[in-house]
């Protein structure tokens, strides 16, 4: 099974400013990696497809890149909506995927 | 419009039997794999299994596998996760979702809550 870590497990943040989420897959997966943004009581919403394409309707200040094992989601600009889960998967395993242990992002 | 609509939450005893559905609209169901993603109470997202609706062909994440049964009646466009033994650790969340393989999952049904106690 390929493992999704990712760090940090929670951060603290106030709206302006830039955040950064890593993702690391215990082996390579090309740029198979996608991000999930997942609010209270709510599924989760498809931010980022192949490391670094914005899905449909996503504001730009959400950006992803990396390749191999070693991935980042950045949101340029907090936003008060922006605060909620985060979560990476990776699709390299065809139809048998696995997805990071989520990122709370909170409100300093 | 594609869309994902699961059945309402339930609430059952360990040992009892269990079907859940997810009924897809908005596109041709036979034609795209549809999976079910678990989230346990304040937890992350678990990947439990895919099944194509064309042919039934269903595979399954080792954690999963012999614990549930994932099935589809194409005739009603449904995909169902199916237990039947149910125990207090299966109470969680399912979500079902559309695979879009490289291109992520665009397409989530609301999620069903499973309850089980005694």
């Known amino acids: 099974d390929i493992q999704m870590t990712q760090s940090p497990s929670s951060l603290s943040a106030s709206v302006g400013d830039r955040v950064t989420i890593t993702c690391r897959a215990s082996?390579?997966?090309?740029?198979?990696l996608n991000w999930y943004q997942q609010r209270p009581g709510k599924a989760p919403k498809l931010l980022i497809f192949?490391?670094?394409s914005l899905q449909s309707g996503v504001p730009s200040r959400f950006s992803g890149s990396g390749s191999g094992t070693d991935f980042t989601l950045t949101i340029s600009s907090l936003q008060p909506e922006d605060f909620a889960t985060y979560y990476c998967?990776?699709?390299?395993?065809?139809?048998?995927?696995?997805f990071g242990q989520g990122t709370k992002l909170e409100i300093k | 419009e594609v869309q994902l609509v699961q059945s309402g939450a339930e609430v059952k005893k360990p040992g009892e039997s269990l079907n859940i559905s997810c009924k897809g609209s908005?596109?041709?169901?036979?034609?795209?794999?549809i999976g079910w993603v678990r989230q346990m109470p304040g937890k992350g997202l678990e990947w439990m299994g895919i099944?194509?609706?064309?042919?039934?062909?269903?595979r399954y994440s080792p954690s999963f596998e012999g614990q549930v049964s994932i099935s589809t009646d194409n005739s009603i466009s449904t995909a169902y996760v199916q237990w039947s033994s149910l125990k207090a650790s299966d109470t969680a969340i399912y979500f079902c979702?559309?695979?879009?393989?490289?291109?992520?999952?665009?397409?989530w049904g609301q999620g069903t809550l499973v309850t089980v106690s005694s």
């Open positions: 082996q390579t997966i090309s740029t198979s």
């Open positions: 192949a490391a670094s």
């Open positions: 998967q990776q699709s390299y395993t065809t139809l048998m995927y696995t």
């Open positions: 979702v559309r695979d879009g393989g490289n291109s992520g999952i665009a397409y």
């Open positions: 908005g596109y041709t169901f036979a034609n795209y794999w």
């Open positions: 099944i194509y609706p064309g042919d039934s062909d269903a």
